[in-house]
């Protein structure tokens, strides 16, 4: 009964986010997130995370793998083996991964797992592809370039997987846009697939491919807003 009382509680909490008051609202939670002026920020992020895919009301299916509290507050972060948030739309999945680690950390920490996690939503969704989504307030080149590699060669995670490494101020920026336009998935897809296919530039560089690759991203951010207004 509880588990029940919490699904319709947690139901209940996603509609009252639709709205652009609350994207908004959402969104300047980020920065609360990043000053450390909540309990455990970790968790928050992600739970901060999951509302604004909430909030934008456009997804089949928003899953956060965060624990929640009665209240609907977030506990404890997604465990280990599973991504954050994965957000199913009609022709599309995708997997969100956030950390408010930086530095060698970082790459430490989440250059492996979070590629392997993207490819487990790949091997269990046969039918749509599958983008993924790294957030962090700052990302190390090192983490850049394991996450260019991985978009073509499974040896590094037994498996390929697109996974698209942005600050958390270039998505607060994305939502700040929405909040201000408009938001259909195709945007967001489109959005992710120019910003993977900005590799293509990058592949004749000896070394440093990723970083180069992500050096492109705010510019084609831009070029993508104008687009759509």
């Not at 455990?40 to 895919?53: C, G, H």
């Not at 956060?64 to 506990?75: I, L």
């Not at 983490?143 to 942005?166: E, H, Q, R, Y």
């Not at 958390?168 to 967001?188: G, V």
């Amino acid at each position: 009964l509880r588990q029940q009382v919490r699904t319709i509680s947690k139901r209940l909490m996603a509609i009252s986010l639709q709205s652009r008051e609350k994207l908004l609202e959402i969104n300047r939670m980020f920065e609360e997130i990043l000053e450390g002026e909540v309990v455990d920020p970790p968790t928050f992020l992600e739970w901060n995370a999951w509302r604004a895919f909430e909030s934008l009301d456009a997804a089949k299916k928003v899953q956060p793998n965060f624990k929640f509290r009665d209240d609907m507050q977030p506990s404890s972060p997604a465990p280990g083996n599973t991504p954050d948030i994965e957000v199913y739309y009609d022709d599309f999945i995708l997997v969100l991964e956030v950390t408010l680690k930086t530095g060698a950390v970082q790459w430490r920490d989440e250059a492996e797992p979070v590629p392997a996690h993207i490819i487990k939503v790949q091997d269990e969704n046969k039918e749509a592809p599958v983008y993924g989504v790294f957030l962090a307030p700052k990302v190390h080149d090192r983490t850049k370039n394991v996450f260019f590699g991985v978009g073509t060669s499974p040896d590094l995670c037994d498996g390929t997987a697109v996974v698209i490494p942005l600050t958390i101020a270039q998505f607060r920026d994305l939502l700040n846009f929405f909040a201000e336009n408009y938001f259909q998935p195709r945007m967001i897809k489109d959005l992710l697939i120019r910003l993977y296919s900005a590799r293509k530039d990058c592949e004749r560089l000896s070394r440093n491919k990723g970083v180069a690759w992500v050096g492109y991203f705010q510019k084609i951010i831009e070029s993508w807003k104008t687009e759509l207004i």
